[in-house]
């Protein structure tokens, strides 16, 4: 009888990456020598990573530990993040210089380690959540941030924790981040704030309640009315008004709107004028699926400030002054797929959604909707605009739609070659056809929904900003186009210059010596966690 043998086809890569690990030891390594390695065990995806996680474990010597800490940098975050948190906090035998290189790696990654649990290994910030509580309402707007920062990431026990601490202060920040805590999205964190407010004892509580009552129906409602009961069972009675720090809903300043790109990004300005002199304003980044993916608060103590910011933030982002309404409506729809997709809004919106009158962010999906006038006769007009939608993308609403996805870049490595084999330096014409319809079956067709869709929001940008009647139509008509296969992808005017221009400025950042595929993970369906 004769026995299969298992053969272990992986042993000599993983002796070859102990071996790489174990490089990463020696006196005399150069940071050169670091890269290369980092590279190589880039390659090797996540059958890497779990020796370097053990690594990490057990390693005494502070200069490897950093060395092994800058690996990291190789991998998508998400693989290793839980795990460095677990060994920052359990590994209680290193010295100062290992616990900084953990440490380092956290907070280069968005981790708050001036807060607890981290805050006594770093000697800043309080060592105890009640104390980091106290130092947050002792911070004035940043001090906001940084609770609904943390509190955002914290599990509920913690949370539970922070409201508590909250309503022991009595304090008018505490009250004005318990009032920020009734627009969460949790209705178990809504509960306890506002449970939390009723065993406030101050008038700060009852004036945050009293204003609540508006927003809430059923029991909730219920909920703020007992609450304010057991208020006055204690004897508040009274409501005292936040101060003025804790701005309340203020009528616009300016709103201004970006246009959609090419992957249905877009950011959003809003400002008020908060005194005689001193203005805020923000900053909101929306996407088309994920909802509100960041923002940024701002705070300028006069007109020369607020212009010099609003210049930067205008020019960068390419924003427009627009109507109100057409602002908030793309905001609801940037809520509502937050909602959908169950994600948490940035600390900076949760602190300064005050400042927004509550009916205005109801979250609601938006639907573009046109002028008679551009839409007569448009079906008639599809042809014409078509033979010359290449035009688009020098308007304003779609300069700068490329594609930039790494797949991008393997296209033009095959450009690049394609040429390089042609005796005239250039794709004989049958080549580049194949290719463009290559192109169009890879990257187009699967997309072709999402392209539509982003045209439409662009036509309606493009009218929000009373721009060109005929650059309205036109994106109108060739977003039609492309519904009703008016032309084959590769031979459509509008979607072959958005090809070669994407492929082009693909080979322009590879000449400049930067290849955005080294920058990804690698997955590997064979790593075991």
Not at 345 to 356: E, G, I, K
């Amino acid at each position: 009888m004769t026995l299969a043998l298992n053969i272990d086809k992986t042993l000599r890569e993983r002796r070859r990456i102990n071996r790489l690990l174990d490089f990463l030891k020696r006196d005399d390594l150069t940071g050169e020598q670091m890269e290369r390695i980092g590279r190589r065990l880039q390659k090797s995806g996540k059958r890497a990573l779990k020796p370097l996680v053990r690594k990490l474990w057990r390693e005494q010597n502070g200069t490897a530990l950093y060395r092994y800490t800058c690996m990291l940098d190789f991998f998508d975050a998400s693989a290793w993040m839980d795990q460095l948190i677990q060994i920052t906090l359990q590994r209680k035998d290193l010295e100062e210089d290992g616990k900084l290189a953990l440490l380092d790696v956290l907070h280069d990654s968005g981790v708050d380690v001036t807060a607890p649990p981290f805050a006594s290994m770093t000697g800043y910030g309080s060592p105890t959540l009640e104390g980091f509580v106290a130092d947050c309402l002792s911070d004035g707007e940043r001090g906001l941030v940084r609770f609904v920062d943390s509190f955002l990431d914290v599990a509920d026990e913690f949370r539970e924790r922070m409201i508590q601490s909250l309503s022991d202060t009595a304090s008018a920040e505490a009250a004005a981040l318990l009032e920020i805590l009734l627009s969460f999205e949790k209705e178990e964190v809504v509960r306890t704030a506002i449970l939390a407010l009723g065993r406030t004892r101050s008038g700060y509580a009852l004036d945050v309640l009293t204003r609540a009552k508006a927003r809430f129906e059923g029991e909730q409602a219920d909920l703020i009315r007992r609450s304010i009961r057991r208020l006055s069972f204690t004897g508040i009675r009274e409501p005292l008004e936040l101060p003025h720090a804790f701005q309340q809903p203020l009528p616009f300043h300016e709103v201004y709107a970006g246009p959609v790109d090419f992957y249905g990004s877009r950011t959003l300005w809003f400002s008020w004028r908060i005194d005689e002199h001193a203005y805020a304003a923000m900053l909101i980044l929306t996407g088309e699926t994920d909802g509100m993916l960041n923002a940024i608060s701002y705070r300028m103590k006069d007109d020369k400030e607020y212009g010099h910011i609003l210049k930067d933030v205008a020019g960068g982002e390419m924003l427009s002054p627009v109507e109100h309404d057409y602002a908030l409506a793309a905001l609801r729809d940037a809520l509502h797929r937050s909602r959908e997709a169950g994600f948490y809004l940035p600390p900076d919106f949760y602190v300064d959604m005050r400042l927004f009158r509550p009916d205005v962010l109801k979250p609601e999906a938006y639907v573009p909707r046109f002028k008679l006038t551009h839409l007569e006769n448009i079906v008639e007009m599809i042809p014409g605009y078509v033979a010359t939608s290449n035009d688009l993308l020098d308007e304003p609403g779609l300069e700068g739609w490329v594609l930039t996805e790494a797949s991008l870049y393997d296209v033009a490595d095959r450009f690049m070659a394609l040429e390089a084999e042609s005796s005239s330096d250039t794709m004989p014409p049958e080549v580049l056809e194949k290719e463009i319809a290559r192109c169009c079956e890879e990257l187009i067709v699967p997309r072709r929904a999402d392209i539509i869709k982003r045209l439409l929001l662009t036509a309606d940008y493009l009218q929000q900003i009373e721009g060109d009647e005929r650059a309205v139509q036109k994106t109108l008509a060739t977003a039609l186009s492309l519904v009703g296969g008016f032309l084959p992808d590769c031979r459509h005017p509008f979607i072959r210059r958005l090809l070669l221009d994407s492929v082009d400025a693909a080979r322009q950042t590879l000449a400049e010596g930067y290849d955005p595929r080294l920058e990804e993970g690698f997955e590997d369906d064979d790593y075991d966690d």
